[in-house]
């Protein structure tokens, strides 16, 4: 199913997901072996970004992209990097605001 990843910058990269999982919003990193995922904190739950161009596997949590190149330019930075796929009609600013203001699972929040 077609879906994209929004980053906490704005960035966002299309694709396509396959796998039974809804949104996922957790961090993104790109390890040394170059492969790109998203880990939620909270539920355990991690999706797998890989290049179209590459062969397609047959496991469940892979997200597709065109635009894999970028986004690993992007990771590479050294910086923490939030981010949320999305699978759903919801507005885009919906989820924006979820990566932009998400204090993350460990965090506690003052009163």
Do not use: Q, R
Not at 10 to 21: L, P, Q, R, S
Not at 45 to 72: E, R
Not at 75 to 93: C, M, Q, R, W, Y
Request: aromatic share 8%.
């Amino acid at each position: 199913m077609k879906g994209y990843i929004v980053l906490n910058n704005g960035m966002v990269i299309n694709g396509n997901f396959e796998g039974k999982t809804a949104n996922v919003l957790g961090s993104i990193s790109c390890s040394d072996t170059g492969s790109i995922s998203i880990h939620c904190d909270a539920n355990g739950t991690c999706v797998t970004i890989v290049d179209a161009s590459a062969p397609a596997g047959a496991a469940d949590g892979i997200f597709t992209t065109d635009a894999f190149d970028l986004l690993a330019s992007k990771l590479s930075t050294g910086e923490n990097h939030l981010a949320k796929l999305v699978i759903d009609d919801l507005p885009f600013d919906y989820h924006l605001y979820d990566v932009k203001t998400w204090l993350g699972y460990n965090h506690p929040i003052a009163s």
